[in-house]
């Protein structure tokens, strides 16, 4: 193979102990030492390994450019459920906030440094209030464990806040936030770790498979012999699944975002306004973005940063301090039907899928599932309105 590869196959056999929690209860599955590829790094490729290396088998990694680089880079990174349906798309992202708590504690905090404080949001205007009174009610009945609250409570729960008229505002404490190029190296660190190797820049250009399973997985530098193949790609998800002969319909949208050097912690949790998504995680860089919707016409320059940050700066007066350090662009991989597409390809009976939009939400979920499937464990009932098949003939 071609590309640089992070660690040697099966290095550290010493290592797996540490991280073997899971492994004992999973003796059973049928197919340990199974020979996986996983094609991408992003947030969802890593959290794949992980699990499948995890549960015992032989991972590679394949990765066109560097961990990350994909729409997890530019990624904003809010764990959230709330306001997502319908059900079974609320618990995807429910569990899989969950699923980030057990990360944590699989990997260790210092590994898989997080924010979990909750969120506050707030706006002014009769119609904005209404809107956010019937979703937080509907939040609510789910069991979400989301809250109106006073102007008192947000200026209590985000000291040095300088919100403007506020007509409804809202906390939810079961919310939070990582730096995604760390949890997805922190990832990819415990998969190596338990044997799985990394290969990047190594690109995917085609499959050995005819009309039957997947044999070998071909890339620039040569072929892969495999037993499955977990294509992971983000938007190439499509081109690769196509070569496989399925449909998995994506589109994109860019959105930008501005990073600050890191600095004394002003933001103790996340905080949306008007115009300011704002977030400062645990490494102290602090994060904004304008709208979670696309911003098609807005290019990652250093102008349309220090923009972002003046909008923020009204809310928040102690960013002053912060100085713009980079802005980044990221494409969102988007579902023609905004859900997620995840499980074995229609007539390939070990080639899977997965790419969604707000996957670093589900990521930890997402990984777990994928593995027990791809080693033959039991299907999830939680992914059957997900399934690929949804787009065939
Ligand atoms: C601006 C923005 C804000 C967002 N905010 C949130 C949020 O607040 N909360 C949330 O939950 N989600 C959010 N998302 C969505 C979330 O970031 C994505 O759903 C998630 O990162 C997708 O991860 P992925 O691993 O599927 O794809 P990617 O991160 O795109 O990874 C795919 C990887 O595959 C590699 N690859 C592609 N083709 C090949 C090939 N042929 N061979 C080898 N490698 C290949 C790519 O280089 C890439 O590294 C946001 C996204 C963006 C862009």
Redesign the pocket.
């Known amino acids: 193979m071609a590309g640089i590869s992070r660690r040697g196959l099966f290095p550290l056999l010493g290592g797996a102990a540490a991280l073997s929690q899971g492994t004992m209860l999973r003796a059973a599955l049928p197919q340990r030492g199974m020979r996986v590829a996983v ?8 959290s794949i390994a992980y699990h499948l290396a995890r549960d015992g088998a032989m991972v590679t990694v ?19 459920a709330g306001g997502k349906r319908p059900h079974p798309y609320y618990m995807l ?1 429910l569990l ?1 906030i969950l699923g980030w708590h057990r990360l944590q504690t699989e990997l260790g905090h210092d590994a898989l440094p997080m924010q979990w404080n909750g969120c506050v949001q707030w706006r002014s205007g009769a119609d904005v209030a209404q809107r956010t009174q019937a979703s937080i009610e509907q939040q609510m009945a789910w069991g979400y464990p989301s809250q109106m609250i006073d102007a008192a409570r947000l200026s209590a729960l985000m000291p040095g806040l300088n919100p403007g008229a506020v007509d409804v505002a809202s906390f939810c404490p079961a919310e939070g936030t990582v730096n ?1 190029r760390v949890a997805t190296e922190a990832m990819l660190a415990a998969a190596e770790t338990l044997g799985a190797t990394v290969e990047s820049p ?4 085609g499959f050995d498979a005819g009309a039957g399973p997947v044999r070998r997985v071909l ?1 620039g530098g040569g072929a892969l012999d495999v037993d499955a193949v977990v294509i ?6 499509m081109p ?1 699944s196509a070569m496989l002969g399925a449909h998995v319909p994506i589109e994109t949208s ?4 501005a990073h600050t050097e890191p600095g004394a912690n002003v933001l103790p949790r996340l905080a949306f306004g008007a115009g300011a998504n704002m977030k400062q995680p645990p490494d102290g860089g602090f994060v904004t ?1 304008s709208t ?1 919707a696309g911003t098609p016409d807005m290019a990652p320059t250093r102008k349309n940063g220090e923009r972002l940050l003046a909008a923020a700066r009204t809310y928040v007066p102690a960013l002053h301090d912060l100085k713009l350090d980079w802005v ?6 988007l579902p023609k039907d905004s859900f997620p597409i995840v499980g074995h390809l229609p007539g390939k009976t070990n080639a899977y899928v ?10 930890p979920l997402i990984g777990e599932l994928a593995a027990t499937e791809v080693l033959g464990g039991p299907k999830a009932e939680l992914l059957t309105t997900f399934r690929p098949d949804r787009f065939a003939g």
């Open positions: 094609i991408g790094a992003g947030i969802i490729g890593a394949l990765e066109k450019e560097k961990p990350a680089a994909g729409a997890t880079g530019g990624s904003f990174a809010w764990l959230n992202n899989g995604p190594v690109s995917v250009t890339t992971a790609a983000g938007l190439d998800s690769l860019p959105g930008i975002l973005g979670f980044s662009i990221g494409h969102r991989v997965a790419a969604m939009h707000s996957g670093m939400s589900m990521a």
